[in-house]
Antibody, heavy 122, light 109 residues
Framework: QVQLVESGGGVVQPGRSLRLSCAAS????????MHWVRQAPGKGPEWVAV????????FYADSVKGRFTISRDNFKNTLYMQMNNLRAEDTAVYYC???????????????WGQGTLVTVSS | EIVLTQSPATLSLSPGEGATLSCRAS??????LAWYQHKPGQSPRLLIY???KRATGIPARFSGSGSGTDFTLTISSLEPEDFAVYYC???????????FGQGTKLEIK
């Protein structure tokens, strides 16, 4: 079955960097677009970034554009998120999620990891 | 930016009752809308996509309807495990941007 396991979260000071990883198994990783979605305490989910199945396209939420970079290694079946210049408002549980398509490419999120907590605090 | 507005914010019902959750979009989505269930300490689960298609393994008591700007998630007879927060979600055409509603908390009365 589909498994997505995030790692790399922790406590970091404002302005510092962190890299999240998501190890995928149980499906052909190289055939699927992937997302990062975050959820701040007491808030609803917020989409962060998407990457095409082959890494050819990436898109970001305005709130993280220029600071976060999504990437993937299809040989290692792993998704990454490099987070730079972190802010207090980036504090959240970060989920990786597999994308599925319908009317457009990658409309929805059909499988989610368990999430990794990122806390930005001095 | 497409905004999704869910109502009500909280719904208090008893097991066995039916539930109706609403999601309104600020622009026409045709039928491209999904619903997710989120329980504390778990990751969100896809329930419904394309407004009315049940995802794999989702019980038949969950159904979705609607098109354009108004969508509904219906749970026909609530089971104890259905009490959770429910979110609707859409993707904009281009560039791809995704948004969620603010959620409806379904709680036991």
């Amino acid at each position: 079955q589909v498994q997505l396991v995030e790692s790399g979260g922790g406590v970091v000071q404002p302005g510092r960097s962190l890299r999240l990883s998501c190890a995928a198994s149980g499906f052909t990783f190289s055939s699927h677009g992937m997302h990062w979605v975050r959820q701040a305490p007491g808030k609803g989910p917020e989409w962060v970034a998407v990457i095409w199945y082959d890494g050819s396209n990436t898109f970001y939420a305005d709130s993280v554009k220029g600071r976060f970079t999504i990437s993937r290694d299809n040989f290692k079946n792993t998704l990454y998120m490099q987070m730079n210049n972190l802010r207090a408002e980036d504090t959240a549980v970060y989920y990786c999620a597999r994308g599925i398509s319908s009317g457009h490419y990658l409309d929805y999120f059909d499988s989610w990891g368990q999430g990794t907590l990122v806390t930005v605090s001095s | 930016e497409i905004v999704l507005t869910q109502s009500p914010a909280t719904l208090s019902l008893s097991p066995g009752e039916g539930a109706t959750l609403s999601c309104r979009a600020s622009q026409n989505l045709n039928r491209y809308l999904a619903w997710y269930q989120h329980k504390p300490g778990q990751s969100p689960r896809l329930l419904i996509y394309d407004a009315s298609k049940r995802a794999t393994g989702i019980p038949a008591r969950f159904s979705g309807s609607g098109s354009g700007t108004d969508f509904t998630l219906t749970i026909s007879s609530l089971e104890p495990e259905d009490f959770a927060v429910y979110y609707c979600q859409q993707r904009s055409n281009w560039p791809p941007m995704y948004s969620f509603g603010q959620g409806t908390k379904l709680e036991i009365k």
